[in-house]
């Protein structure tokens, strides 16, 4: 039985999986299919928190999602603990609950119907009928999708039927829930509130999330504890966002005024690839990030509360 103070943390995760067609990685290697997509991966989140994994497309976001959710292919070192529990998949498919980018919804079915779906599959043979509903109701309320409970999942606004998808995963209440690119295709407002709404459970519920972004805007910076930058499956710099932006300032990267810190660090842990110059200077300053994280990094990842 997991305590509910709980811990998840990766310890020097090394992953060798398949290179996504089109990546960095990929146009990098040339035409390679396999790969070192993580590498030497150290963090952790604990309950109440939210981990942003942020990354341009081929950093080892969603690979770092399925190492931890045990639906990598591919060999993989380290070690994963939940609450001291090394994350076997039967741990996994018992605690946690995974959002994927792209699901598919029974069009016919109303919201409301969808969750009680979902609950049956997943919850059915352990809770009475009366908790299911009462778990559809609260996660109905909880995302803001009360008012459109009856309506069928065709006619939802894509902000909606986002929703729709996390609710199916925390009617289950996970202990940890991943979402890959929860935001993706989203309008700011509807952005907003789907981060701010996990962050909510998060810290209502003791739980842990984390997600992966590749945009990120300004105004969810406060409902993210964590963050963790990736760069063809390096770390840039993991730890908490409070601590960030001290970070960068000592080891000679402030923030500008008025700059999107997130994105602004997204922007230094990417590969520029405009021109041959612009390709060798950024390459060879993220190997410098990554190689000044191993070594200064660890007086921001602090092993007891702050």
């Not at 701010?196 to 910076?221: C, N, Q, W, Y």
Request: proline share 6%.
């Amino acid at each position: 039985m997991l305590a509910n103070d709980y811990t998840l943390e990766l310890s020097n995760i090394f992953h060798t999986g398949q290179v996504e067609p089109g990546s960095c990685f990929q146009r990098l290697c040339g035409s390679v299919q396999t790969g070192l997509i993580l590498k030497d991966i150290s963090l952790e989140v604990r309950a109440g928190e939210v981990l942003a994994v942020l990354g341009s497309k081929g950093s080892g976001k969603r690979a770092l999602l399925e190492v931890i959710s045990r639906r990598s292919r591919g060999p993989t070192r380290g070690q994963i603990l939940l609450d001291g529990a090394p994350m076997t998949l039967s741990l996994y498919q018992r605690c946690c609950g995974y959002v994927s980018h792209r699901t598919d919804l029974l069009p016919s079915l109303s919201v409301e119907q969808t969750l009680h779906y979902s609950a049956n599959l997943s919850i059915g043979s352990q809770v009475s009928g009366y908790v299911r509903s009462s778990r559809v109701r609260q996660v109905l309320a909880d995302l803001a999708l009360s008012q459109v409970a009856r309506r069928s999942v065709a006619n939802l606004t894509v902000s909606e039927h986002r929703r729709l998808v996390v609710g199916m995963q925390l009617i289950k209440d996970p202990v940890l829930l991943l979402l890959d690119e929860p935001t993706a295709d989203l309008d700011p407002l509807a952005t907003y509130l789907v981060v701010s709404m996990l962050s909510s459970h998060a810290r209502r519920r003791g739980r842990i999330v984390i997600l992966t972004m590749e945009k990120p805007r300004s105004d969810v910076f406060p409902f993210l504890d964590r963050a963790a930058y990736l760069c063809l499956g390096d770390l840039v710099y993991a730890g908490p966002t409070r601590l960030m932006l001290e970070y960068f300032r000592t080891i000679g990267f402030p923030c500008p005024q008025l700059e999107n810190p997130l994105m602004y660090y997204l922007c230094l842990s990417t590969v520029d690839r405009r021109s041959r110059e612009r390709f060798i200077e950024s390459n060879t300053q993220i190997i410098a990030l990554v190689e000044k994280f191993k070594l200064e990094g660890a007086p921001y990842r602090p092993s007891t509360p702050p």
